[in-house]
């Protein structure tokens, strides 16, 4: 069976554009994910080559070719600036289910964008997608990240125990879940 592409959207919120990533994102990318800083939660370790940015824009435009999801580009209208991406990914359209994920880059944090961000983009999923469940899971360390996954109203189902290593550290992860009937878009 041939996939059905997703037409990935542009979409928009008071103070953010979310958008296709462009090959012109590289250095942005890169800069962020080769922060230690910034990746110290995440489920790999920071990006040492800077073809790793170009490897992850092909990968997104394959997402969205394959069917199977989509990562935007977030900017901050106003500046113009690149603050990090956004993404449903693991779309099975059968179970009517996806995951969501998001980095941001550390001037972007505390700020709001990831909330904002992922509300348009799960509106958008719940919408186009028609989907009942999104998934996320977040490093158990990573309270800034349990809190946005909160405010948007997921619930904390259970802990992977041991389920990243990373440059030989293990850490536990937390998975959340997010059911339409319970989800509460912004008015």
Known sequence: MTPTPLDVPTLHTARLRLRPFEDGDADDLFAMHSSAF???YWDAPPWRERERAGQFIAGCRRLAEEGTGVRLAV???LEGTFVGWCSLSRWNPEHRRASLGYCYDHPAWGRGY???AAQALLRWA???LDLNRVQA???TRNLASARVLEKLGFVREGT???DCVVNGEVSDSWVYGLIRREWRPPS
Do not use: G, I, K, P
């Open 126 to 128: 719940f919408d186009a």
């Open 114 to 116: 990831a909330t904002e």
């Open 137 to 139: 899971e977040t490093d």
């Open 38 to 40: 910034v990746l110290r």
């Open 75 to 77: 900017d901050e209208v």
């Open 160 to 162: 992977l125990r041991e």
